[in-house]
Each structure stands twice: as C-alpha cells, then as structure tokens.
C-alpha cells in the first residue's frame, strides 16, 4: 500500500485475489466530467487520459421514484462509444429543463494490465425549482427538545424556508427507549404519507443500531460482526418491513461490541436489497446528529448541541457565512492491490466544483494549476471548502497523522461544510466512544455534516444539481442494486448497512442570500408584504401558512420582480409568510432554479369573515 506519512505501520486490508495489478493510480479510475449546455444539446468534456484506449457515454433520465414502492429508473442508454483520445461528446437529444444522469467510462491499459475508470453527474439545463421538496421528519431526543426548545425552532423555520413541511416529534434517550420505539414513530409518519415524507433527521441520543456480520474496514480479525447503521430507520415499504429485520443470528468474535448472537438487540441483515417488487430497503433519507459520548470535549453535551444549532446550521442557510465551491482530498490511502480508498476525491467531487475548485494535495490534475492547500488548511488558514476528504490509517478517534478528537474538543475549527473520511474504525459511528466523524460535528468551525466513505464510496455528486446530501447518501446506500453501478469495479462492500451520514440529511450545497427586513402591513384583510431585495435575484415567491412549520401554500405561481406582494384572498385571523429569492444557480454540470432559505413573518387579523367560497390557491404537492 502506498502510504505518503513516514510512519511503520501494518495495515491489516485484505486484497481480494481477484486484483493483482501493476500500481496505477487513483486518477486512473476517475474521469474528471463536466456539461455545459450548448442551446442544441449538453456538450459533455473531461480531461485527457493518455492510457485511454476506449470512452463510453451513459445516460439516464432521473425521476423523482414518486413513494417508496416505484423502484429508481435503473435502465442505462448506452449513447456513444469514442475513442481514447476524445475529451468532449455533445449529446444533442438533451433537452431544456430535463435533469439527466450520466456515466462515462474509460478503458485504460498501464504496464500490461487493463482497467476502467467511471465519471459520473447529475445535468441538465435550467432544472426548475420543486414547488417542495416534502416533509422531514425531525425526531428529537426529549430532553434537548426541552433545553433547546428556541434553537429548534429557529432551525425549523430554516427548514420551512428550504420548502420543507416539517413534523417535529420527540423520543427518549437511548437506553431508556428502544430503537423499535422510534422505528414505530418513523414508520407512523411514512404511513400518514408515504407520497410526501422524504427524510429524517435524528437529533440526539437516540436508541443505537447495529446490524450484520460484516469487516467493510478489512478488519477481520477484530472489528467482523454488527456495525453501527441506519438502515433499519430508513425501510419503511411494505408496512410489514419490520419482519425483515431478524434477530437469530449466532456469530461471537472476541469483540464483544460486535459480536451478534440471537435476541441481542443486534440485527442480521449484512446487505441493502432490491426486493422482488422492485423497491429497495432504503427509502428514505435520513442522517443522524448525535454528540454524545464524546468525553473528549469538556462542554455538556446540551452545549455542543446548541452550538451545532446556533454556530453552524441555522447562520450557514441563511448564509451568515459562507464558503467557497471547492474541494480538497488529502490522501494518506491510494491505490493498493485493487483498492482506491480516496476515489470519491477525484470522481465525487469532479462534478460538484468543476476541475478549477478541484484540490487533490500533493497531485498535479492535468491541465490545472498545482493545488498549493492541504487538508489543514481549513483550520490554519482563511481556507474554506463545501468539501474535503482526509484518508489514513485509523482509530476510532483517530486519522493518523491528521486529526483526531482531542484537537477537535481543544478548539481546532475546520471551516468546511462536510468533511469524508477514510480510516479504520471510523465507520462504525456508535461501537466506542470519541467517534472522530461525529466529533467534526460537535466541535468548532463550520462542520455540519460527515461520512466515512472509500468502502463504497460515495455519491454525492447529485448534490451539484440542488439535490440533498441525504439524497446523495441513500443514493451511495442503494447503489448496489444497480447492475452498472455493481459492475463498476474497485469498489467494496456496496449496499452494506454501514453506509450512513452523519449531519443534516436536508443540507444543499449552493447556498444563497435570503431577502433582508419582511415586514407586514395590514389594511381590512388584506396583507401587504414588503421586503429589501436581492441585486442577484430573479424573482420572489410568496408562500402561507395556517401553521408556523408548514405546510404552505405558494400563493404567487410565477416569479414575482417586485419587493412587495398584497395577498387578498386570507381566510384566517392567524397566517404565515415565506418570502424567498431565486436564483438560475450555474454549476459545473449545468443550471437550475435555486431557492434561498425563506423568511417567515406572522400576521394576524383579527374579525375574518368566513369567505363564501375557498378562494383560488396554488397549492403545494
């Protein structure tokens, strides 16, 4: 294994004895695409590859999979086949407001021996604003609920301005409550409206799972047996889902945290699968926010809590700071017999800031400037990044010759949004505690969101389009259904139930200013609203609500240029107002419609007569 720190180490990775190559690199596997929109079509580019020999172009249309039970659109085109000098393909059937997935692949030949690499992007064109992006489940442990009763209420009002429906409930303390106790809540929500909820949001020490027999960081011989997971909160179709999950099971290991044995707690499922109706086990987005057992960190766990809130989440959506569109991996993994651990470097974060926001430390990307930052630097420096990936031996509080959770707690700030981590150790999120990828989030700096990734890897290369990062996760947890995505190559232990996002599922990367001072006048009952403007704004939607935290209505159905609405159709002495500001938000792989987080106003009337008839709305599905 090629190990740039000069430390003697024995890494215990088993190789699988199908991978016997040369030593390429992890560029190799990577094709650095981007797409931009031609007015006849999307022209697709990506850098040189003097060891290519063959490209192919895939395409898929990308559907919204409506409720759990409608499977994803799995079915590939295979839409050009070029040869290995190419760098562009314009595909000229792409069509306006139509949101596309594609893939490339490349066949490449290095002292003898062949290999693929794959390139993959969420594109398209003007990609239209959803009307909403459904309901999100905020499940908070009791007593936070209590002791942050303000934070969270300023963080779901953000919610709400993202146009989520938020439905907040509460449940006890792990230990107290069991995870069957908020798996009943989850699926309660689910089956209310199984067309409308689309994430969950775990805040607090809720009841821990673990499931499986499974090694995903190669260690056999000291860390096989059942792993931290979500995936049991996220299966929720068919209602009987819960049968699934079996406790029968009988493997001990010396490891007594692992070890799974029959009514332990500790779940059998290994593997995320397609079901014979098509639809998968993960069916919603889900990421967990939990920062306790974290000792290293002197702070009660309420104020790492409350900073978590009130430092990171809340200001970053209503862009109180902000960060560049770049993204740095630092690699202490590469290549090794088969293995490309820091993959998701080049091939994940490619599409989400362009090769130009592009930084692999210590690599020179062809035809690009040499990356002159390090992993460190978003903490010694005025640096700041959505992205970053840091790979190295590990811990579970330890990224060898990186980081680790004692610098967290003692004040090291990391000023970017989501931080990927490879190590041993780390995935397993709830085994010991000083977790180091919970701890990003609990400690200072901009860190909302974390996951270890290299096995698989990750996808959140639809993050570059507007979409979530929870959607990019379970993106990253079911893609092992995918037969292109199963056959890719050099990539281990896809669709186990390891695979979860630590943070904010609802977390979008393109970040942009919210309309400043909404006020409220009212004249009989009529509502005038009026606003400070944004200079880079396209328009202004107005949306009401009868209830603080949705849902709304959107009572304006086009893009409004003024900075006032009058609404003159109020039904209730009691009302609520979201105003937002949209952007067309440019990115390496096309354009879309972006929505600021909405602020919201209250407003009541009092004496409302009651209307003779519902008066006309444009309502939110």
Known sequence: MKFRLTLCLIIAFIAPSTYVYAAPHERDFAVLNEWQWTGAGGRLSWNQDANASEYKVYRRVVNNNGPAPSAPNWNWNLIATLPGNSTTHTDSSAVAHTLYEYAITKTISIEGSTYQGHGFMYAGHEIELPTTRGKVLLLVEEELDQALAAEIDQYKLALVGDLWEVIHRTAQRHGISSHQDVKQIIQEEYDRDPQNLKSVILFGSLPKVQSGVIAPDGHHYDHMGAWSSLAYYQDVYPPNAASRWTDTGNFRTTNANNTNVANDGRW????????????????????????????????????????????????????????????????????????????????????????????????????????????????????????????????????WGYENTSQLASGRAYKAISILTHGSWHGDFHINSNNINRAFLAAEGYVQASLWTGRPHSMFYPAGMGLTLGYGAKKGLNSGQDEFFNSRGYDENVHQVHFALMGDPTLRMNIIEPISNLSASTEGVNVTLSWDGVSSSRGYLVYRGTEKFGPYTQLTPELISATSFTDTSVINDEVFYSVVSVELQNSPTGSYFNNSTGQVIPVSIPNVPEPASPPPAFEVR
């Open 268 to 399: 059998d499922i290994s593997g995320v699968d397609q079901l014979p109706d098509g639809s998968l086990m993960a069916d919603l987005e889900i990421g967990l926010i939990d920062l306790s057992n974290l000792p290293a960190f002197s702070e009660s766990e309420t104020a790492l809590y409350r900073r978590y809130l009130a430092e990171k989440a809340i200001p970053f959506r209503n862009k109180t700071f902000s960060v560049d569109r770049t993204a740095i991996t630092h690699a202490g993994f590469v290549w090794n017999a088969g293995r490309i651990p820091s993959v998701s470097g080049w091939r994940d974060f490619g599409p989400l800031v362009g090769r130009d926001g592009l930084c692999i430390v210590d690599e020179t990307i062809p035809g690009q400037a040499p990356c002159d930052k390090s992993f460190w630097s978003l903490y010694n420096s005025d640096t700041t990044a959505f992205w970053a990936l840091v790979s190295s031996t590990g811990s579970t509080e330890h990224i």
